[in-house]
């Protein structure tokens, strides 16, 4: 229920299935691929993420490729790393006067996301992502 309304309030888009379930061994290999705990945690959290938003939209033919203990533990750290994101986009958004709002959960510390986004939302590359720079110098994200 609690994951349901928080996926409700981030409102991403919904894909279809098979998005979905790439979404979601794409998350799986770079879990594979990490090292160290808390970079393990993190693709934990990722694939938690993928997982859940893929239920969300109604994929119910969907599983959890990993362990099910491994689920509260993604949790715990999927909440706040993702609220976290959101709220950067959301408040980025209003500072670059974006006539949307920006729904967008991608990790801001990566320019190429930031370019993707600014071109989804009709946003000025350059300014959206001098934006997100000077943001991101007082917002805490989990990596």
Not at 21 to 28: A, P, T
Not at 44 to 66: C, E, M, N, Q
Not at 97 to 123: F, G, H, T
Request: hydrophobic residues 40%; proline residues 3%; contains cysteine.
């Amino acid at each position: 229920m609690i994951i349901t309304l928080w996926h409700n309030l981030l409102g991403m888009e919904k894909h279809d299935f098979d998005w979905h379930k790439s979404d979601i061994h794409d998350e799986l290999m770079e879990y594979k691929e990490a090292r160290g705990f808390i970079e393990k945690w993190s693709e934990i959290s990722d694939v938690v993420y993928t997982y859940t938003r893929a239920k969300w939209t109604g994929h119910s033919g969907i599983f959890f490729p990993l362990p099910r203990k491994y689920f509260v533990w993604g949790l715990l750290y999927m909440f706040p790393k993702y609220t976290s994101r959101w709220l950067f986009f959301i408040v980025a958004g209003k500072l670059v006067k974006s006539e949307k709002i920006i729904r967008e959960v991608r990790n801001p510390l990566k320019i190429s996301k930031l370019d993707k986004i600014a071109e989804k939302y009709n946003l000025n590359k350059d300014n959206f992502c001098a934006v997100c720079q000077k943001l991101l110098k007082y917002w805490i994200l989990l990596k």
